[in-house]
């Protein structure tokens, strides 16, 4: 089994900072790409950001320059460092691990977290 956890959520003024966790566990071969999405009210999921096992980034144009992402490979961890947070940056974020586990390796596979939810509001 594979298990990917988040914490970090909250309720934040305009302007603040978050930052969220995301850490995978269970029968683990190897983590390619981890990534954030994002689900606000009546819209589709979107990436937010996601980065390889090597480092490579990506975001999206709404968060680039505000957001980080980051890992931690040897915790098997995600972080997503959210500043200068909008309004319209409200919504349900979801981890996401594209891996292989122990007893198929060569297959990957995508895993999602539960979510947690992120509100800006004053």
């Known amino acids: 089994q594979v298990q990917l956890v988040e914490s970090g959520g909250g309720l934040v003024q305009p302007g603040g900072s978050l930052r969220l966790s995301c850490a995978a566990s269970g029968s683990i071969f190897s983590i390619y790409t981890m990534g954030w999405y994002r689900q606000a009210p009546g819209k589709q999921r979107e990436l937010v950001a996601a980065?390889?096992?090597?480092?490579?980034?990506n975001y999206a144009d709404s968060v680039k320059g505000r957001f980080t992402i980051s890992r931690d490979n040897p915790k098997n961890t995600v972080y997503l460092q959210m500043n200068s947070l909008k309004p319209e940056d409200t919504a349900v974020y979801y981890c996401?691990?594209?891996?292989?586990?122990?007893?198929?390796?060569?297959?990957?596979?995508?895993?999602w977290g539960q979510g947690t939810q992120v509100t800006v509001s004053s």
């Open positions: 980065i390889t096992s090597g480092g490579s980034t």
């Open positions: 996401n691990a594209d891996l292989g586990r122990v007893a198929t390796p060569w297959a990957r596979t995508g895993y």
